[in-house]
Protein backbone atom coordinates (compact mmCIF):
# COMPACT_ATOMS: atom_id res chain seq x y z
CA UNK A 1 0.00 0.00 0.00
CA UNK A 2 0.91 3.51 -0.39
CA UNK A 3 1.28 5.94 2.37
CA UNK A 4 -0.34 8.99 2.21
CA UNK A 5 -0.06 12.54 4.28
CA UNK A 6 -2.71 14.89 3.47
CA UNK A 7 -1.08 18.66 4.11
CA UNK A 8 -4.29 21.08 3.83
CA UNK A 9 -5.38 24.55 6.11
CA UNK A 10 -8.68 23.55 5.97
CA UNK A 11 -10.22 20.57 7.61
CA UNK A 12 -13.09 20.02 5.58
CA UNK A 13 -10.49 19.37 2.31
CA UNK A 14 -8.19 17.07 4.88
CA UNK A 15 -11.35 14.97 6.05
CA UNK A 16 -12.61 15.29 2.47
CA UNK A 17 -9.35 13.75 0.95
CA UNK A 18 -8.77 11.34 3.60
CA UNK A 19 -12.22 9.67 3.54
CA UNK A 20 -12.23 9.53 0.01
CA UNK A 21 -8.48 8.05 -0.55
CA UNK A 22 -9.02 5.87 2.49
CA UNK A 23 -11.56 4.06 0.31
CA UNK A 24 -9.13 3.05 -2.29
CA UNK A 25 -7.31 -0.74 -1.51
CA UNK A 26 -3.92 0.64 -2.71
CA UNK A 27 -3.80 3.55 -0.22
CA UNK A 28 -3.35 4.11 3.16
CA UNK A 29 -3.64 7.89 4.33
CA UNK A 30 -1.18 7.79 7.69
CA UNK A 31 -1.89 11.24 8.64
CA UNK A 32 -2.90 14.99 7.87
CA UNK A 33 -1.27 18.28 8.55
CA UNK A 34 -2.64 21.89 8.64
CA UNK A 35 1.21 23.29 7.21
CA UNK A 36 4.14 22.58 6.16
CA UNK A 37 5.68 22.86 9.50
CA UNK A 38 2.96 20.74 11.02
CA UNK A 39 3.70 18.07 7.51
CA UNK A 40 7.59 17.65 8.51
CA UNK A 41 6.88 16.87 12.07
CA UNK A 42 4.33 14.30 11.58
CA UNK A 43 5.86 12.68 8.13
CA UNK A 44 8.99 13.00 10.45
CA UNK A 45 7.32 9.89 12.33
CA UNK A 46 5.28 8.37 10.02
CA UNK A 47 7.13 8.31 6.82
CA UNK A 48 4.78 8.40 4.03
CA UNK A 49 5.62 7.97 0.52
CA UNK A 50 3.87 10.95 -1.05
CA UNK A 51 2.59 13.80 0.67
CA UNK A 52 -0.66 15.84 -1.04
CA UNK A 53 0.58 19.44 -0.15
CA UNK A 54 -1.73 22.47 -0.63
CA UNK A 55 0.07 25.44 -2.44
CA UNK A 56 -1.66 28.22 -0.33
CA UNK A 57 -1.66 28.07 4.02
CA UNK A 58 -1.13 30.33 6.10
CA UNK A 59 1.82 29.87 8.74
CA UNK A 60 4.66 27.61 6.14
CA UNK A 61 2.71 27.84 2.76
CA UNK A 62 3.31 24.41 0.17
CA UNK A 63 6.93 25.97 -1.37
CA UNK A 64 8.46 26.07 1.72
CA UNK A 65 6.49 22.85 3.10
CA UNK A 66 7.71 21.24 0.36
CA UNK A 67 11.97 22.42 0.76
CA UNK A 68 11.52 21.21 4.39
CA UNK A 69 9.96 18.27 3.23
CA UNK A 70 12.92 17.17 0.82
CA UNK A 71 15.70 18.18 2.65
CA UNK A 72 14.47 16.56 5.92
CA UNK A 73 13.53 13.41 3.94
CA UNK A 74 14.62 13.03 0.17
CA UNK A 75 12.58 10.00 -0.02
CA UNK A 76 9.44 11.62 0.41
CA UNK A 77 7.22 12.41 -2.47
CA UNK A 78 5.60 15.42 -2.76
CA UNK A 79 2.47 16.59 -4.80
CA UNK A 80 1.33 20.28 -4.87
CA UNK A 81 -2.58 20.67 -4.71
CA UNK A 82 -3.50 23.67 -6.71
CA UNK A 83 -6.20 26.15 -8.40
CA UNK A 84 -5.66 28.20 -11.35
CA UNK A 85 -4.97 31.07 -9.44
CA UNK A 86 -2.03 29.36 -8.15
CA UNK A 87 0.32 29.29 -11.22
CA UNK A 88 2.95 31.69 -9.92
CA UNK A 89 3.90 29.55 -7.01
CA UNK A 90 3.76 26.41 -9.08
CA UNK A 91 7.61 26.37 -10.44
CA UNK A 92 8.38 27.30 -7.69
CA UNK A 93 7.34 24.29 -5.65
CA UNK A 94 8.61 21.55 -8.75
CA UNK A 95 12.29 23.50 -8.38
CA UNK A 96 12.13 22.36 -4.63
CA UNK A 97 11.85 19.02 -5.72
CA UNK A 98 7.94 18.21 -5.88
CA UNK A 99 6.73 15.62 -8.27
CA UNK A 100 3.93 17.49 -9.83
CA UNK A 101 0.69 19.21 -9.06
CA UNK A 102 -2.95 18.31 -9.40
CA UNK A 103 -6.22 21.00 -9.32
CA UNK A 104 -7.96 20.40 -6.18
CA UNK A 105 -11.20 19.91 -8.35
CA UNK A 106 -9.78 17.00 -10.37
CA UNK A 107 -12.05 13.52 -9.96
CA UNK A 108 -11.14 11.16 -7.09
CA UNK A 109 -9.81 8.96 -9.69
CA UNK A 110 -7.55 11.24 -11.49
CA UNK A 111 -5.70 12.32 -8.00
CA UNK A 112 -5.10 8.02 -7.44
CA UNK A 113 -3.46 7.52 -10.87
CA UNK A 114 -1.09 10.70 -9.93
CA UNK A 115 -0.53 8.73 -6.78
CA UNK A 116 0.22 5.79 -8.92
CA UNK A 117 2.32 7.59 -11.17
CA UNK A 118 4.57 9.83 -8.59
CA UNK A 119 4.63 6.55 -6.64
CA UNK A 120 6.21 4.16 -9.27
CA UNK A 121 8.60 7.55 -10.28
CA UNK A 122 6.99 9.36 -12.94
CA UNK A 123 5.77 13.08 -12.92
CA UNK A 124 2.40 14.69 -13.02
CA UNK A 125 1.86 18.22 -14.82
CA UNK A 126 -2.21 18.39 -16.08
CA UNK A 127 -1.55 19.24 -19.35
CA UNK A 128 -4.61 21.78 -19.35
CA UNK A 129 -2.35 23.66 -17.08
CA UNK A 130 1.01 23.42 -18.30
CA UNK A 131 1.13 25.26 -21.02
CA UNK A 132 -0.89 28.01 -19.04
CA UNK A 133 2.13 27.85 -16.28
CA UNK A 134 4.82 27.38 -18.65
CA UNK A 135 3.82 30.55 -20.48
CA UNK A 136 3.82 32.73 -17.14
CA UNK A 137 6.97 31.42 -16.32
CA UNK A 138 8.38 32.10 -20.17
CA UNK A 139 6.64 36.20 -20.01
CA UNK A 140 8.73 36.01 -16.19
CA UNK A 141 12.19 35.58 -17.25
CA UNK A 142 11.78 36.66 -20.76
CA UNK A 143 13.87 39.62 -20.40
CA UNK A 144 15.97 37.47 -17.99
CA UNK A 145 20.12 38.46 -18.78
CA UNK A 146 21.54 35.13 -17.10
CA UNK A 147 23.45 33.39 -19.63
CA UNK A 148 23.12 29.62 -20.41
CA UNK A 149 25.11 27.39 -18.11
CA UNK A 150 27.29 24.66 -18.93
CA UNK A 151 26.34 21.28 -20.40
CA UNK A 152 23.71 23.04 -23.18
CA UNK A 153 26.67 22.75 -25.63
CA UNK A 154 26.78 19.36 -25.09
CA UNK A 155 23.38 18.20 -26.31
CA UNK A 156 22.80 16.54 -29.74
CA UNK A 157 20.89 18.18 -31.97
CA UNK A 158 17.92 15.65 -31.11
CA UNK A 159 18.57 16.01 -27.46
CA UNK A 160 18.12 19.88 -27.82
CA UNK A 161 15.29 19.29 -30.56
CA UNK A 162 13.58 16.60 -27.11
CA UNK A 163 14.52 19.36 -24.38
CA UNK A 164 12.30 22.28 -26.07
CA UNK A 165 9.50 20.06 -26.32
CA UNK A 166 9.78 19.40 -22.79
CA UNK A 167 9.80 22.78 -22.12
CA UNK A 168 6.73 23.28 -24.06
CA UNK A 169 4.99 20.60 -21.35
CA UNK A 170 4.71 17.75 -23.84
CA UNK A 171 4.71 13.97 -22.51
CA UNK A 172 6.89 11.09 -24.33
CA UNK A 173 4.18 9.91 -26.65
CA UNK A 174 3.65 13.63 -28.17
CA UNK A 175 7.14 14.17 -28.45
CA UNK A 176 7.41 10.73 -30.31
CA UNK A 177 4.76 11.80 -32.72
CA UNK A 178 5.95 15.32 -33.28
CA UNK A 179 9.61 13.53 -34.47
CA UNK A 180 8.35 10.60 -36.06
CA UNK A 181 10.49 8.56 -33.29
CA UNK A 182 9.81 6.06 -31.14
CA UNK A 183 8.70 6.47 -27.52
CA UNK A 184 11.83 4.46 -26.34
CA UNK A 185 14.16 6.55 -27.99
CA UNK A 186 12.30 10.03 -26.65
CA UNK A 187 12.90 8.49 -23.28
CA UNK A 188 16.70 7.67 -24.19
CA UNK A 189 17.24 10.98 -25.64
CA UNK A 190 14.98 12.75 -22.05
CA UNK A 191 17.82 10.40 -19.75
CA UNK A 192 20.33 11.87 -21.71
CA UNK A 193 19.44 15.74 -21.19
CA UNK A 194 19.16 15.21 -17.40
CA UNK A 195 22.37 13.64 -17.03
CA UNK A 196 24.00 16.11 -19.39
CA UNK A 197 22.56 19.23 -18.04
CA UNK A 198 23.33 18.19 -14.24
CA UNK A 199 19.08 18.20 -13.62
CA UNK A 200 16.94 16.03 -11.21
CA UNK A 201 13.99 14.82 -13.38
CA UNK A 202 12.14 15.95 -16.65
CA UNK A 203 9.94 18.63 -14.81
CA UNK A 204 13.72 20.03 -14.28
CA UNK A 205 13.95 20.13 -17.69
CA UNK A 206 10.89 21.95 -18.49
CA UNK A 207 11.71 24.41 -16.14
CA UNK A 208 15.27 24.85 -17.34
CA UNK A 209 13.98 25.10 -21.19
CA UNK A 210 11.35 27.94 -20.60
CA UNK A 211 13.64 29.91 -18.12
CA UNK A 212 16.69 30.30 -21.29
CA UNK A 213 14.29 30.76 -23.75
CA UNK A 214 14.98 27.22 -25.33
CA UNK A 215 11.29 26.95 -26.53
CA UNK A 216 9.60 27.55 -29.65
CA UNK A 217 6.40 29.71 -28.11
Sequence with gaps: MIKIMIVDDQPLVREGLSTLLGLRPEIEVVGTA?????ALNKASQL???IVLMDIRMPGVNGVEGTKLLKDALPDVKVLI???FNDSAYIFDALEEGASGYLLKDMPTDTIVQAILTVHHGGVVLPKEFTSQVLTELRMKT???SAELPAGLEELSDREAEVLTHLGEGM?????AEKLFITEGTVKNHVSNVIQKLGL???TQAAIYAVR???TTF
Design 81 to 83: LTT
Design 47 to 49: LPD
Design 200 to 202: RDR
Design 212 to 214: YGI
Design 34 to 38: MDGTD
Design 142 to 144: RNS
Design 171 to 175: NNKEI
